[in-house]
Nanobody
Framework: QVHLVESGGGSVRAGGSLILSCAVSGPTFSGSGNWAMGWFRQAPGTEREFVAVIKWGEGSTSYADFVKGRFLISRDNAKNTVSLQMNSLKPEDTAVYYC?????????????????WGQGTQVTVSS
């Protein structure tokens, strides 16, 4: 079992910044390079969409086009946390943001391959 707990959501004006954090724990999580840690988001009335992902071992990252250059995903191996630095926020970034973990994920951008999910944290960006 893997437990994910997000924090850091809130309300911000357009152009502002927020940092989301995801604490990873549980006996199943080994911190090996085979784990992928993703951030997804879901706005009301829409499907959950991919935001960013980092492969735990090698630290390689991938981003959705709509956040490239604005968001930065990182991980802290010692603390078992994954962070999402969000800059230049836009009203359309408003959503519930979810941290997800998956082992041997074949398609990093597809939510169905991730086995473990956090409870989500609300991000609201006002214009």
């Amino acid at each position: 079992q893997v437990h994910l707990v997000e924090s850091g959501g809130g309300s911000v004006r357009a152009g502002g910044s927020l940092i989301l954090s995801c604490a990873v724990s549980g006996p199943t999580f080994s911190g090996s390079g085979n784990w992928a840690m993703g951030w997804f988001r879901q706005a009301p009335g829409t499907e959950r969409e991919f935001v960013a992902v980092i492969k735990w071992g090698e630290g390689s990252t991938s981003y959705a086009d709509f956040v490239k250059g604005r968001f930065l995903i990182s991980r802290d191996n010692a603390k078992n946390t994954v962070s999402l630095q969000m800059n230049s926020l836009k009203p359309e970034d408003t959503a519930v943001y979810y941290c997800a973990a998956g082992l041997w994920v074949p398609v990093l951008t597809a939510s169905r391959w991730y086995n473990y999910w956090g409870q989500g944290t609300q991000v609201t960006v006002s214009s």
